[in-house]
C-alpha cells in the first residue's frame, strides 16, 4: 500500500514509520507539520531546521510544511487529498499508542477523506514498545518534558534501558510519555544512512514544559 507518514522527529512517528516499512507498505513521503509563527514543531519544541537536517539522514522523501494551528484540520485534509490525486497516496501512517481521542480524531478524518489509517504501534504495551525501540538500534534523547512530571535534569537524557528502569521505578509515569510525560529526538537507527551530529544547547521553562535547544 502506497503510504505517507506523520514525522515529528521523536521515537513514536519514527517508530511507526519503521514498522509500516517493515510490514511491506511503500512509503511515497514523509511530512512534518511546524508552527506558522514560530517555526517549530507543533508538539517537541524541536525547530525546523533540526528536523529538516534529521530527516536529510532517513531513507525517504520529506516535506516540511507550515502548518497553521486555526483550522488545521481543513488544512490536514486539503493535503491528503492532494497527495491522493497527484501520488495516489491510499493510507496514512500513525504513531499514536493508546489515547483514544487522538484516535477518534484520526478515524473521523481519514474517514472523511477516504484514506486508510495505519496505527503500528495502537494498542500495545508501552513497555514493551519502549524495550523494542531500543532493541530495534534507535537511538534516541530527551529534548522536553512536563516539568509537573520530570525535573530539568532529565533534558538530555538517552532512552535506554537505565533510562526505563528508573521511569518505571517512579511509578505513574508512562514509559512511552504518551500523556506528554517527555518528548525524543531520534538520532539514529536502522532507517537512518548515518546518525544525525548534534549538540546540546540551553534548557527552557515555558507553559510548564521544559524545553533542550538542540545545536
Excluded at 502506497?2 to 512517528?13: H, M, N, Y
Excluded at 481543513?74 to 487522538?102: C, M, P, R, S, T
Excluded at 534523547?141 to 530539568?152: E, I, M, P, T
Excluded at 538517552?158 to 531520534?186: N, P, Q
Amino acid at each position: 500500500m502506497k503510504v505517507v507518514c506523520l514525522w515529528s522527529g521523536g521515537k513514536d512517528s519514527c517508530f511507526a514509520f519503521y514498522k509500516a516499512k517493515q510490514e511491506g507498505h511503500t512509503i511515497a513521503h514523509l511530512f512534518n507539520f511546524v508552527d506558522a509563527e514560530k517555526q517549530g514543531s507543533l508538539s517537541h519544541g524541536l525547530t525546523g531546521r533540526t528536523i529538516r537536517k534529521q530527516a536529510a539522514m532517513v531513507d525517504a522523501p520529506f516535506s516540511q510544511i507550515t502548518m497553521p494551528r486555526e483550522n488545521y484540520r481543513g488544512n490536514f485534509k486539503a493535503l491528503i487529498n492532494e497527495w491522493k490525486a497527484k501520488k495516489a497516496v491510499e493510507a496514512i501512517v500513525f504513531g499514536d499508542i493508546y489515547l483514544q481521542e487522538h484516535r477518534d480524531w484520526i478515524d473521523s478524518v481519514c474517514s472523511e477523506i477516504g484514506v486508510i489509517p495505519i496505527m503500528p504501534l495502537w494498542g500495545q504495551n508501552t513497555a514493551t514498545l519502549i524495550t523494542e525501540f531500543i532493541d530495534a538500534g534507535f537511538k534516541a534523547f530527551v529534548v522536553s518534558v512536563r516539568a509537573d512530571v520530570l525535573g530539568k535534569e532529565w533534558l538530555g537524557r538517552e532512552i535506554d534501558s537505565k533510562f526505563v528502569e528508573e521511569l518505571k521505578a517512579m511509578g505513574g509515569i508512562d514509559l512511552c510519555g504518551e500523556s506528554g510525560e517527555y518528548h525524543t529526538f531520534v538520532c539514529d537507527g536502522p532507517v537512518f544512512r548515518r546518525p544525525v551530529k548534534f549538540g546540546l544547547g540551553k534548557k527552557t521553562l515555558q507553559d510548564n514544559r521544559w524545553f533542550l535547544e538542540l545545536t
